[in-house]
């Protein structure tokens, strides 16, 4: 949904007919904002690494793919860290100097993805609104939403990778069980 966000922005930048509410164009904007690190939960498995039993493993398929875990995790991490420093150092300043940020943050009413609601807290705003679309027009905003949808592309790719990582290991692992 981030990345949609992003494409729709640009849709909208682009001059496309679709027609969005203000209200709308503040929630594009709090979507593409969005970035969260994933909290990897793999203490069991590294410590099965580092204490030395997988040299116990006899089933050496399994022992290079386990091996290589943590690297194939460390790539999805730092896919992960080059979107959300883009976010903090660059995406975050950029709306705070172009845009009004108390209106755009009380349009936030779920996560992206999530289909349940976000309790967010409204802010104190000014009541006349201010209408975003027109910085979607702006070549230093269609140029930060093409940077961040790049970003996206990266990160998904290396999900999918760390998918594929797993799926293998989990073969191999039924394949030793069943052996």
Known sequence: ???AAAVTALE???GSSINVPPDSVDQLLLNVSWAQPTRWV????DAVLSGGELALLQEEALRTELA????HLDL????EEVVLRFVHERWFPFLATHSYLPQISNA????????DLFPAVMLPAQEQKVDH???LREREMQNFLVLHQWNHQDLRFWYAALEADITRILGLIESFIAS
């Open 42 to 45: 793999t203490g069991t498995v």
């Open 1 to 3: 949904e981030i990345e």
């Open 76 to 79: 999805v991490q730092m896919a």
């Open 108 to 115: 936030q009413m779920r996560r992206p993805g999530d289909e």
């Open 68 to 71: 290589a875990w943590r690297q």
């Open 12 to 14: 909208l930048a682009s």
């Open 133 to 135: 679309g027109p910085m």
